[in-house]
Each structure stands twice: as structure tokens, then as C-alpha cells.
């Protein structure tokens, strides 16, 4: 024990947990913390906005593999973070949001930016810590910390302000982190049973490979069986995209050549995933899940198993060490499928050479609207899918990319291909818009050696783009690409097949989103031809890793939509009243 300031407890728990970097806005609420920061060697990252600290603690976190950190005043500074951490929840991000509250003498009096706390994130976090008396300040800060890598996931420090000012004799508690192991040695041998008499084994990679580092055993064990691999949804940095086993992502706007090799599967082993629903549902007109399939699911968290599929095996455990065990399993074994391997690597390749020469010409969308749109095409303006298909070309092999929620953002699944893990950042089930952008930050602070690009359509990129200033301030370069089609596509997609394009509160208007970057000291490059798309990312990036310039592209795109998100997801309106009977859906005029 040392004799020390609560303060002084919190941050040197931090410090013992390798705290090198917090995201926020500086507040009276903490500041006698934040004064010695920079000694413990921690360096204080000032944003724009607080939802934006927390989705860039999340990037941090997903990149770096270790804990990101947000903190802000409390009150409003911190009801700023709900959104965020709700994604970061999504995507296990063991992040840790600080929230200092209220102080003690005050609280229920409601007092200037008092709040109850706790229940704003009760939702999104594996944990809460609620700071009960100052001299267990080190205690707490410390739990969270561990409870955070333990359950990869958010965590929330709740500190009433007047507790960061005692003194006493604390003890700074030495991090602990699990081993997660390789499961039990019945439902492995389970597995294995399975797995021999397969004729078609499939992989799926999921964000669980990803966390484990485990890419290099799931490749053995596909290696083993002659097994395509897909990525689960939009966690397509789970295998690398040069892999003669890689198919490419499952899920919205996925691969064809994925979703037609896993439809003939006799045995599903679903590595490190939860097998979400949205990432299994149909696609492009295939309902492709096999519903005849013996399912093999592993997952370090045993609530995840049989949760979404019914499966046959449930092995509960870290996907690196169970693809290890099942590979030394598996290496003495005779597998029905060690006979068809050359047979399905043939197969494999053919399935992926047709759908890569299928989004080669599929140069835009042919719906009925889209093709009104594109017969009224101005000069200038570019067709997504081949801004995307250029986009892909030109990117960095150790890119990190991030992609917001929205049209275009969502069918740049079908063309984001990754060489090695913790390179791609999407929204994952909360789908909130404004995340990219914010998001890439936190991952470019973490791996400052490493190309960082960011995807956004003009509306999500609206309500992120003042991080531009973060970027600038603070020295941390990244490359924001967005997509300038002036509507919000995936909402209006909507209207379009289900509201007889009657549109309310989709269109938006033409602003200048290079003038705009410029103005807070940034570059900006407008894109209006085709051929000039990759070289502008390439500029862009070299900017970015050789003079630490942060560019915004603009990208002029046509009004095209892609596929709505779920074709089940809405009903044609049936409206009763006569003032509405226009727009019931068997009176509906075409607009």
C-alpha cells in the first residue's frame, strides 16, 4: 500500500493496465485527474463531440486488441456516449467509459447537470462499477479494467466528483486476464466425429477469430479439410482475401460465391461467431443458409451457442485454441472429404472466378428506379458499384477501413477484402449512421503505421464530419471517403418499394463537402470521374502516411439504391380513412 490521492488511485490503476491514450471533452467533473495524465503517461485526446470519443475508444479497442477509454463531463457529456457505447457493445469492444457523476452532497437535489447515470447504459456494458466510497477507488477502477477484457465488452466507471479528492492508503490491483481455453474434450471429440464423416465441410469465420488472433489456425484447420472459408457478417478481416479457401462475407450485400458454396455444406463449423441473424438471412434472391447441415458452433461466450441456429455441437471456447485442438485431432484422422479435395478446390475457384466477373459488369443497379434515375444521368456523376470496385483496387494491402451505416456503405460489403485482421470496422448490429469517421480516428491512434480510410454517404458523414477537427488538432491522419448521392439511400429504398416513392424527409441538399474540410484545414478532392477514383485514394493515403494530412474525398455518385436491407422488414400501407385513400396500396399512382 502508498499513500495517495483517490485521483492519484485512479490513475496509476489505469497506468497499470497500459492506459496510453483516453478519448473525450474535458470537464470540471474530473480534472484533478486529468491533471496528471500526461505524467502517468497517459495522453488526453480532446474530440468535437463526445459520441465521437466513444466511437474512436471503440476503434482504438478493436485495433489495438486492448481497452479503449472514453470519459467526459457528467451529465450531459456523458448521455452524449449512449449511442456509441451501444455499438461498441455490438461489436465486443472491451471499452471502458468513465463517467463521473454528480457529487455525493448533491445528488438527488437536482443539481446543474445531474443525472442518474447508470441506468443509460445498464443495456450496452457487461459491467458496472459504481465508485461507493473513495478509498475503493483503485478497486473498482481495476474491476472494470479486468470485467471489460474479460467479457469483451463495454464497461462503465461510475465516480461521484467529490470522490476523486481523498486521501489514503491504497493498493493498485494487478491486472488479470483469463485464459479462455479450447473447450471440453467431449464436445471436441464430438466435433471431430462430425467433421469425419463430412463429405462438404464449410468454414465460418467470425469476429471471434478475429479477437483471438486466431487467423492462422482457422486457415490450418480449412487447410486440413480442403474447406471454403466465408466471413461472418461484415467481419470480413476474419481471412484473408488471398486465400485460395476464402469466399468472402456472408449477410447483406455478401459474396454469391460464399453463399452458393456454404448452401451445399453437410457440415457448418461456425468459428467465433454468433451466427447473428442478419447475417444469415437471404440475399441477393438465395436463401442459402443449409438447412439440412450439421452445425459445429464454437464461442467463448456459452450463451452464444444454439442462440440464433440450432446446432449439433456447441464447444465453448476461445476459436484460436479450439481450431488448434481440432487440428491436431483431426491430423490422424481419415476424413470422408480428404478424397474430394481437389474435386472442391476446383469447385471453390469456379464459384469465385463467376461472381468476381459479376461484379466486374455489374457496372449499376438495374431496379426500376434506379433506371429512371440513370436516364436522367448529368455529367459528373458516377455509378457506386464501380466507385466501390475502383476503390477496392487502389486500397493499401495493411489498410484499415471502416464503413457507416447506409446504401452504398452497406453494398461496399460485396468489395472490401482484407490480408489480416483488425482491418475492418463496420457498425455491426446497432447500425447507428455517423460512426465511420469517428471510428477510423480511434483505430489510426492506435496503429499510427497503418493507411486508416473511412466509408460515409453524405448524410451519416453530416454527423460526423466536425471530427475533421479532431484529426487536425491533434495530429492523427486518416482519409474519409463519401459518397455524395444527396438522398438517405437506404431509408429512401423504402419509399421506393413500399410508399409508391411518395418521399418524406429523404432528399438532401448539395453542400460542398471538400470546401467544408478545407475550411477546418484539411484536404479535400472532388471526384467526378471514373478514373479518377483510385488515383485520388492513392494521393490521399500518401498524403496521409507521408505529410500526416487528413483528406476528405467526395465522390459524386448517381442516385442509384441498392437491395433494401430486409425485403420482409415492412408492409405495403393499407390506409382506411378517406382523407388518406390515395395512398392505400392498391390506390397507389405512380410518382
Not at 158 to 187: C, H, K, L, Q, V
Not at 314 to 331: N, S, T
Not at 332 to 349: F, G, H, Q, Y
Not at 516 to 533: F, H, N, Q
Request: with cysteine; aromatic share 8%.
Amino acid at each position: 500500500m502508498a499513500k495517495m490521492t483517490s485521483s492519484e488511485a485512479f490513475v496509476e490503476t489505469m497506468a497499470a493496465n497500459d492506459v496510453t491514450d483516453i478519448f473525450g471533452i474535458m470537464g470540471s467533473a474530473f480534472m484533478d485527474a486529468m491533471d496528471i495524465f500526461e505524467p502517468a503517461g497517459i495522453r488526453f485526446i480532446p474530440v468535437v463531440h463526445e459520441q465521437g470519443a466513444a466511437h474512436m475508444a471503440d476503434g482504438y479497442s478493436r485495433v489495438s486488441g486492448r481497452h479503449g477509454v472514453v470519459i467526459g463531463q457528467n451529465g450531459p457529456g456523458i448521455s452524449n456516449c449512449v449511442t456509441a457505447i451501444a455499438a461498441a457493445y455490438w461489436a465486443h469492444s472491451p471499452v471502458v467509459i468513465v463517467t463521473p457523476e454528480a457529487g455525493t452532497m448533491g445528488m438527488g437535489l437536482g443539481g446543474f447537470q445531474e443525472a442518474n447515470q447508470l441506468p443509460m447504459f445498464q443495456e450496452f456494458t457487461k459491467y458496472q462499477g459504481h465508485v461507493v466510497n473513495p478509498m475503493r477507488m483503485a478497486e473498482f477502477t481495476g474491476r472494470c479494467f479486468d470485467r471489460a477484457m474479460s467479457e469483451m465488452a463495454p464497461t462503465q466507471l461510475n465516480i461521484p466528483r467529490d470522490y476523486f479528492y481523498a486521501d489514503g492508503e491504497f493498493t493498485i490491483p494487478t491486472p488479470r486476464r483469463i485464459d479462455r481455453g479450447s473447450g471440453g474434450e467431449d464436445t471436441l471429440n464430438e466435433a471431430v466425429a462430425l467433421i469425419a464423416k463430412a463429405k462438404f465441410p464449410v468454414i465460418v469465420s467470425g469476429g471471434g477469430v478475429v479477437m483471438a488472433d486466431g487467423v492462422q489456425e482457422c486457415a490450418a484447420l480449412a487447410e486440413r479439410l480442403g474447406a471454403p472459408v466465408v466471413n461472418s457478417y461484415l467481419h470480413n478481416d476474419s481471412f484473408p482475401a488471398s486465400h485460395d479457401l476464402w469466399c468472402g462475407p456472408l449477410g447483406y450485400q455478401g459474396s454469391k460465391a460464399a453463399m452458393k458454396l456454404i448452401s451445399k455444406a453437410d457440415v457448418v463449423i461456425a468459428l467465433g461467431t454468433r451466427l447473428g441473424p442478419f447475417g444469415t438471412l437471404p440475399q441477393h434472391g438465395m436463401d442459402y443458409w443449409p438447412k439440412d447441415a450439421q452445425i459445429i458452433q464454437i464461442d467463448a461466450d456459452h450463451k452464444m451457442l444454439g442462440l440464433v441456429k440450432p446446432i449439433n455441437v456447441g464447444i465453448c471456447g476461445d476459436a484460436k485454441a479450439v481450431a488448434e485442438v481440432l487440428c491436431e485431432k483431426l491430423a490422424s484422422t481419415t476424413l470422408n472429404c480428404d478424397s474430394s479435395k481437389a474435386d472442391r478446390a476446383t469447385t471453390i475457384a469456379d464459384e469465385k472466378a463467376v461472381w468476381e466477373l459479376e461484379l466486374d459488369e455489374w457496372i449499376h443497379e438495374t431496379d426500376s428506379y434506379s433506371m429512371d434515375m440513370l436516364a436522367d444521368k448529368e455529367e459528373g456523376w458516377l455509378h457506386p458499384r464501380q466507385v466501390l470496385r475502383e476503390l477496392e483496387k487502389a486500397m493499401p494491402e495493411d489498410v484499415m477501413v471502416s464503413t457507416d451505416i447506409g446504401n452504398i456503405n452497406s453494398v461496399a460489403n460485396s468489395y472490401l477484402r482484407f490480408e489480416k485482421p483488425r482491418s475492418f470496422f463496420a457498425a455491426m448490429s446497432f447500425g447507428n449512421c455517423g460512426y465511420a469517421f469517428p471510428t477510423i480516428i480511434g483505430a489510426k491512434a492506435a496503429a499510427q503505421h497503418r493507411p486508416a480510410v473511412s466509408y460515409a454517404g453524405d448524410g451519416a458523414w453530416a454527423m460526423s464530419m466536425v471530427e475533421t477537427m479532431t484529426c487536425v488538432r491533434h495530429d492523427i491522419p486518416v482519409t474519409a471517403v463519401v459518397f455524395h448521392n444527396r438522398h438517405w439511400g437506404a431509408e429512401k429504398k423504402n419509399q421506393v418499394d413500399f410508399y409508391d416513392r411518395r418521399f418524406v424527409a429523404a432528399e438532401l441538399t448539395d453542400q460542398h463537402f471538400v470546401n467544408i474540410a478545407e475550411s477546418m484545414g484539411a484536404e479535400g478532392i472532388r471526384v467526378d470521374k471514373l478514373e479518377d477514383v483510385g488515383p485520388a485514394l492513392k494521393k490521399a493515403i500518401d498524403m496521409q502516411m507521408n505529410e500526416r494530412k487528413t483528406t476528405v474525398i467526395e465522390i459524386m455518385c448517381t442516385r442509384e439504391l441498392g437491395d433494401p436491407f430486409r425485403k420482409d422488414a415492412l408492409s405495403k400501407p393499407v390506409r382506411h380513412l378517406d382523407k388518406y385513400k390515395d395512398y392505400d396500396v392498391n390506390a397507389s399512382k405512380h410518382r
